[in-house]
């Protein structure tokens, strides 16, 4: 829920700053968060994107994990995605991480924007519409590892341009990891001058 219009290295201070609050009792759980005030957590929170409307979300989340299902986050999509601020994209992930079920391809922003770039789907209005046209060619060997390995890439594409340039020139196949960054949109020369790299 956090990371949703968030950058990473917020995500993980808002994290850091839950699992060691004393105003959560019991800790980092489900009972802990639902026995929290909102405004507690919302403090805790403070820095992400809508914290207050996340604020929200996990309260009444949590509320519902406590009274509907014993405490456990449910291991289903129907009752991840009846949780308030839970869409297909989380779902799909917490079942994947947390559950060892792959039923989907977690599709975020990253992902919407790359897809279509390297032709493997064609534009689309939502990430659920991208989701759909993936999953109907993607082998399924290929759905658990997808997103952890794109998103990671999309992530980098953003905000460590050069260090993900100096990845590719030292890959095993640099022409084809440069090509690639050129294919998402990476201004090679530019980046490389930048940081005094060699291109291949």
């Known amino acids: 829920m956090l990371s949703s219009q968030t950058k990473d ?26 026995g929290a005030t909102e405004d507690t957590i919302r403090e805790l ?3 992400v994107g809508f914290h207050n409307r996340k ?19 449910p291991s289903n999509m129907k009752g991840l995605l009846a949780l308030p601020g839970v869409g297909p994209k989380m779902s799909l992930i917490v079942l994947n991480a947390a559950f060892g079920k792959v039923v ?9 924007r790359m897809l279509p770039q390297l032709g493997w789907t064609k534009l689309a209005k939502s990430p659920e519409q991208t989701r759909r ?7 399924l060997e290929h759905w658990p590892s997808f997103n952890l390995v794109w998103v990671g890439l999309g992530q980098e ?6 260090k993900l340039l100096g990845k590719a020139i030292a ?4 022409k084809r990891a440069v090509a690639l960054l050129r294919t998402l949109g990476l201004d090679v020369r530019k980046e490389a001058a930048k940081a005094a790299l060699d291109l291949p």
Do not use: F, N
């Open 9 to 34: 290295q917020m995500v993980g201070q808002a994290m850091r700053k839950l699992q060691t609050s004393p105003a959560l009792e019991g800790g980092l759980c489900a009972t802990g968060v639902a």
């Open 45 to 47: 929170i403070y820095g």
């Open 55 to 73: 604020a929200s979300y996990i309260k009444r989340a949590t509320a519902l994990i406590v009274e509907e299902h014993a405490g456990d986050v």
């Open 104 to 112: 989907g391809v977690s599709i975020d922003t990253h992902l919407h």
């Open 133 to 139: 046209q993936l999953e109907a060619w993607l082998p």
């Open 157 to 162: 594409l953003q905000a460590e341009k050069a």
């Open 171 to 174: 890959s095993s196949d640099p």
